[in-house]
């Protein structure tokens, strides 16, 4: 989405409820004054948009992933590789543990669930070094 120029976190926020499933890919674009996001005919590496390897591009995966996670998302996570400049057996070296890396196990609670269990202030008075309330 990075070379459609669109805004895929919102489009994640727009759309959540319909992605079962994703592509993993990287891009970047670099704009230049004489050639749009493919370069006409360019080689891919001249271009001023381009798939790169997972993690060399400008796509924000952690946003990605915690907006994905945010929402319940469970499906697939695909790795998609095209790069102009690696060699495919690196880049899939690299990128699945790049995908286990930013995989986000959610929580089943939420981080502040013990202040709804109500206090005891003798016992915070004596963890405190305060003494008893008497």
Request: with cysteine; hydrophobic share 35%.
């Given at each position: 989405?990075?070379?459609?120029?669109?805004?895929?976190?919102?489009?994640?926020?727009?759309?959540?409820?319909?992605?079962?499933?994703?592509?993993?890919?990287?891009?970047?674009?670099?704009?230049?004054?004489?050639?749009?996001?493919y370069g006409g005919y360019q080689g891919w590496v001249d271009r001023p948009g381009r798939f790169r390897s997972?993690?060399?591009?400008?796509?924000?995966?952690?946003?990605?992933?915690?907006?994905?996670?945010?929402?319940?998302?469970?499906?697939?996570?695909?790795?998609?590789?095209?790069?102009?400049?690696?060699?495919?057996?690196?880049?899939?070296?690299?990128?699945?543990?790049?995908?286990?890396?930013?995989?986000?196990?959610?929580?089943?609670?939420?981080?502040?669930?013990?202040?709804?269990?109500?206090?005891?202030?003798?016992?915070?008075?004596?963890?405190?070094?305060?003494?008893?309330?008497?």
């Amino acid at each position: 989405m990075v070379l459609q120029q669109l805004d895929y976190l919102g489009f994640i926020d727009r759309y959540h409820e319909r992605i079962g499933m994703f592509h993993v890919k990287d891009a970047e674009f670099t704009p230049s004054a004489r050639s749009g996001v493919y370069g006409g005919y360019q080689g891919w590496v001249d271009r001023p948009g381009r798939f790169r390897s997972l993690g060399d591009g400008q796509v924000d995966f952690k946003g990605i992933f915690s907006r994905l996670t945010q929402y319940g998302y469970d499906g697939w996570a695909v790795l998609e590789w095209e790069c102009c400049l690696k060699d495919a057996a690196q880049g899939a070296a690299e990128g699945a543990p790049f995908i286990a890396q930013h995989l986000i196990q959610r929580a089943d609670k939420a981080f502040d669930d013990f202040a709804d269990t109500g206090s005891d202030p003798g016992r915070n008075r004596r963890l405190l070094g305060l003494g008893d309330p008497s």
